[in-house]
C-alpha cells in the first residue's frame, strides 16, 4: 500500500511538472528599464567621475546579461535634461551632480551605453519621459543657464511638487518631438520608449492648471477631458511617423499603467478596480494607438500578482493581448515588488516565474520587462537563479516586426573552429551585404552535422557583429561538435540555413570553464 502511494505520488508530482517544463522560445523580448532619476539604477550617485559611471555601467550589462535579458530600456532624459550631449538641454543633475556640467572626463553616456549594448548583442531602448520638466521645484532650485523653463515659462505648470509641460500648448509638444527626433537622427538606438507619464497621475483634491491653455486651443472641445486625450493622441500618432520618416528601423513603444479603464466604467476594459486608469487620469487613449498601429510594441505595467483581487495579473494580461492588433505586447514585471509588498503573493519565489509562464501560453505575448536593473542584485527569493538556471537558461532572439522596413544580410562565409586550451575558437568572414549584419547567432550541435537551428535548446550565444570570431568555453562533454553561424539584421531578420558550418572535434583538455557554465551550456 505504501509504494503504491509513494508511485501514485511520484507520478502526480511529475505530471505537475511537466505543465511547468516549457521549451524555451527561441524568440522572447526579454529587457529591463534602466532608471537613472534620483540614481534608482544608474550611475550609484550624482558626480562620479567618467570611469567610475562607465564601469558601473559595464557590470550592470553584463549581470542582465547573465541573467538572459537580451534589451536594455534605459532612461536618458528624466525630466528636460540629458544624459547626452544635446543642444536643447543641459546635463543631467543626476549624472553630474549638477545641471548642466558635462562629465569629467568627457564622454558621452549615450554613445558609451548604445555601443556597451550592441557589442553584447542587446538592444537599446531610449527611455524618454515627454512632460516632466522639473522634479521637486522649489524656488531655490538651481536650473541651468538657458534652460527651457527659463526660456518658455508659458509652456509650464505645477503640479504638485513638479513642475510638467501643458501638453495642451502646441508649441510645446513641437519642442518635446524635436527634443526626442535629434536624439533618433544623432543615436544608433535601437527605439524610443516612453512610460506610463503623460498627463500626470491625479492629487486628491487639486486640478491640472491648464484652464487658461483649454480656453485658448480647446477649440470646439466642450470637456477638457476629451481635448486632453486628444493632445496626447495627437503627438503620438505625429511623432511615430516621425521617427519612420528618419530612420525606418527605430521602433517606438510605449509602457502605461496597467489598466486602460476599469470595465464598470466601461464594457470595453478590462475585469479590475484600479484606483486611476491610463484613459481616465493619464489621458493616455494607449487602446486607440493600438487600433491605429501608431506604435510598434506596448508594455503595460503589470505589477500586480497573479490572484491579486483588485488587478489581477492574469486578467490584465488577458485584456492587454486581446487589443494588442498585431503588435508586440511585453509584460511589465514589478521585480522591486518581490517580498517587499502588502500582497502576500509576492512572498512566494514563483511568482514572477508564473507570470513569465503564463506569458508563454500565448502567442500575441513576445516577452517581458521587467522594473527595475536594481531590483536584482539582491537576488530577491532567488530570481536570479530563477532566469539564469531555468527560464532564461538559453539565450533568445528578439522578436521579429515584420512590418517594419528590413531583410535578412547574407550568411558569414568561410566559418572554421578549431579547439583551443581555452575552448573553441570560431572565426568566419563578415558577409559584404546590404544591410550589414548587426548581431550574429552562434548554434551548437553534438555531432558531425547541423540540426535546425529553428530549436532555441541548440542556441549557444548572441553577439554583436563587431568581431567576427567567438570563444566557446562551455563544452561539458569530448567529442565532436557542429556550429553554425547565422547573420541578424538591426531587427533581427536572420540569414538563412545555407550558412556553412564548422564540425571540430574536442578532447578532454580542452574542457574549460566552471561547472554551472557546463551545466548550462552557455556562458
Known sequence: MIRTCTLFLLIVLMGSTSLYAQQPPKREFRGVWVATVKNIDWPSQAGLDAETQQQELIELLDFHRKNGMNAIIMQIRPSADAFYESKYEPWSEWLTGQQGRPPMPYYDPLDFA???????????????????????????????????????????????????????????????????????RRYDIDAV?????????????????????????????????????????????????????????????????????????????????????????????????????????????????????????EKTLDWWRNVANGRHLYAGHGVYKINNNADKNWELPDQIPRQIRLNREFEEVQGSIFFSARSFKSNPLGINDSLRNGLYARPALVPVMGWLESQAPLAPAELEGSSQHKGVLLSWQQPQSKPAPAYYAIYRFKGKKPGSTDEATHLLDVVGAHQPFYLDTTLAVPGKYTYVVTALDRIQHESGPQNPFACVKVKRKHLFGSLRQRLLGRK
Not at 548583442?121 to 512632460?131: C, D, L, S, T, V
Not at 532650485?141 to 515659462?153: D, F, M, R, S
Open 114 to 184: 548604445i555601443d556597451a549594448c550592441h557589442k553584447r548583442g542587446m538592444e537599446f531602448h531610449a527611455w524618454i519621459n515627454p512632460y516632466r520638466a522639473v522634479v521637486d521645484y522649489d524656488s531655490l532650485k538651481l536650473l541651468a543657464p538657458g534652460h527651457i523653463v527659463e526660456e518658455h515659462p508659458e509652456w509650464f505648470v505645477r503640479y504638485g511638487a513638479n513642475l510638467y509641460f501643458d501638453p495642451g500648448i502646441p508649441d510645446a509638444r513641437d519642442y518635446v518631438m524635436k527634443v526626442v527626433l535629434d536624439v533618433v
Open 193 to 313: 520608449h516612453f512610460d506610463d507619464y503623460f498627463y500626470p497621475y491625479r492629487i486628491p483634491e487639486q486640478a491640472f492648471p491648464d484652464t487658461a491653455s483649454f480656453r485658448k486651443y480647446g477649440g470646439f472641445y466642450e470637456e477638457v477631458e476629451e481635448w486632453r486625450r486628444h493632445n496626447v493622441s495627437e503627438f503620438i500618432r505625429l511623432l511615430s511617423r516621425r521617427i519612420k520618416l528618419e530612420k525606418p528601423w527605430v521602433k517606438f513603444g510605449i509602457s502605461p499603467f496597467s489598466v486602460w479603464r476599469n470595465q464598470d466604467k466601461d464594457p470595453l476594459g478590462s475585469p479590475t478596480r484600479a484606483g486611476q486608469t491610463s484613459y481616465d487620469d493619464l489621458y493616455a487613449d494607449i487602446r486607440k494607438w493600438l487600433e491605429n498601429q501608431w506604435i510598434d510594441y506596448v508594455a503595460p505595467q503589470l505589477y500586480f500578482s497573479i490572484g491579486y483581487e483588485l488587478v489581477p495579473y
